[in-house]
């Protein structure tokens, strides 16, 4: 997964895209628009919505963000997608939809030279032993396939319960359970082989430089859009994180 030199490469995550925030849906839109179409890649790196409950949920939001990703592709603009704990039911049909390639939840690739590992994050936050329970069962493919032959009402409800039960989870949590588990870092930068880490999830933007085996390295973690925009761009010549202002109510 090589990408050409002399262009630019941008990352965003944690837009938790839903109804009733049609300020961060207009936000999202404009970017495609006027920004991402112009890049030589595009990466979604999770939690794009703030919850996906199949491919066959009629939505009018869904519809808008898969003619985005389909219209930036047509332009020369491939769209890549890592699933979040948010939208880790987006599927094949959503991905056809949109264009879009999707990704295993760990990925490196040739970053301008660089060997770079991409994620959402979520399972680098290992100290929240409560959350990588409710992870491992989550992806148990036999479970979706029983939760995708429920009704579409049925779906919803448990989802609405789902969001629910983790936001009064969080609250009872202390930051640091729910940031990244540093050794966990490490041993995936050395597991993969690499000195440059991109991730989402923690919604903690910024740049932190590390040692690795004496080695200078780097993780690199995209914020969310709750209250500003937030992408990365990445060129030859560097990194930057940078925000986005969202529309007025």
Request: proline letters at 3%; charged letters at 25%.
């Given at each position: 997964m090589s990408l050409p030199l002399?262009?630019?490469?941008?990352?965003?995550?944690?837009?938790?895209?839903?109804?009733?925030?049609?300020?961060i849906t207009a936000a999202f839109l404009r970017f495609m628009r006027e920004e991402a179409?112009?890049?030589?890649?595009?990466?979604?790196?999770?939690?794009?919505?703030?919850?996906?409950?199949?491919d066959d949920e009629p939505s009018e939001l869904n519809d808008q963000v898969a003619a985005a990703?389909?219209?930036?592709?047509?332009?020369?603009?491939p769209v890549y997608f890592?699933?979040?704990?948010?939208?880790?039911?987006?599927g094949r049909r959503f991905a056809r939809e949109a264009g879009m390639t999707l990704l295993p939840e760990h990925q490196v690739i040739?970053?301008?030279?660089?060997?770079?590992?991409?994620?959402?994050?979520?399972t680098l936050c290992i100290d929240d032993a409560g959350y990588q329970r409710y992870r491992r069962i989550t992806r148990w493919r036999w479970l979706q396939w029983l939760f995708l032959r429920l009704p579409l009402?049925?779906?919803?409800?448990?989802?609405?319960?789902?969001?629910?039960?983790?936001?009064?989870?969080k609250e009872n949590k202390v930051m640091q359970v729910m940031d990244v588990n540093q050794a966990e870092v490490e041993r995936q930068m050395q597991h993969y082989q690499v000195r440059s880490l991109i991730h989402g999830h923690t919604h903690r933007?910024?740049?932190?430089?590390?040692?690795?085996?004496?080695e200078p390295a780097r993780r690199i973690v995209l914020g969310d859009w709750y209250t500003q925009g937030s992408v990365l761009v990445v060129t030859p010549k560097g990194v930057e994180l940078q925000s986005r202002i969202l529309p007025a109510g």
């Open positions: 002399n262009q630019t490469t941008l990352f965003i995550a944690d837009l938790h895209l839903s109804a009733g925030r049609p300020d179409n112009q890049a030589e890649a595009l990466y979604v790196l999770g939690d794009l919505f703030e919850f996906s409950i199949g990703f389909r219209a930036c592709g047509e332009q020369g603009t890592i699933h979040g704990n948010r939208d880790f039911m987006v040739d970053l301008y030279g660089e060997p770079t590992l991409i994620m959402h994050g979520d009402s049925r779906r919803m409800r448990i989802a609405d319960g789902i969001r629910g039960k983790s936001a009064e989870s933007p910024a740049i932190h430089q590390l040692c690795i085996e004496d």
